[in-house]
């Protein structure tokens, strides 16, 4: 029997720390390829890590993608599955209707807790530690119309110590995202085949 091979996408619009990770973790992979990086930032240090890993890319434009989710682009390049690694803009809901249950996101909090708009990076860090929660970590779940609210599909913890900063915590929260995304997109997508 042939195996499927998933070809993923990966959205993102900083430095691509995540979407590296998730790169290096598939290298090689007989079931999951990363066909296509999409950013809508020309600048962003994932564009690099694209053309260093000799990956298509796709910039977005804001009216467009809201507009068509760049449906046909994704297609056209035979996207099954998208994550997303730090892609800022909300995902359209024709995006969302093409990819239903095919788009996850990986948040650097325990949602419900700490998602919405603008709640992203050192915001969310900072809004944890005001809170003076005991606990942060990280949430993958899949993307609906809403920000930060899909159906949680995972979730991993780490202490607040004593004297915890955004820095400290930030890193705290890196080390579960590279732990834990990859492997967990990777048991989603066997599980759905």
Known sequence: MELLVTQIAIFASGAGSNAKKMIDYFRGS?????????????????VQIAR?????LLLVEKKQFQASGYVAELRNNGIDFIVLAGFLWKIPLELIE?????????????LPSYGGKGMYGSAVHAAVLASKDRESGITIHFVDDKYDHGEIIFQAVCPIE?????STLATKIHALEYQFYAPEVEKLLINSQ
């Not at 004593?162 to 955004?166: D, K, P, Q, R, V």
């Open 30 to 46: 007989p079931r999951v390829h990363v066909r296509l990086i999409v950013t809508n930032n020309p600048n962003a240090g994932v």
């Open 52 to 56: 260093e890993e000799e990956i298509p």
């Open 98 to 110: 093409a990819y239903e249950n095919k788009i996850v996101n990986i948040h650097p909090a325990l």
């Open 162 to 166: 004593e004297g915890e900063t955004i």
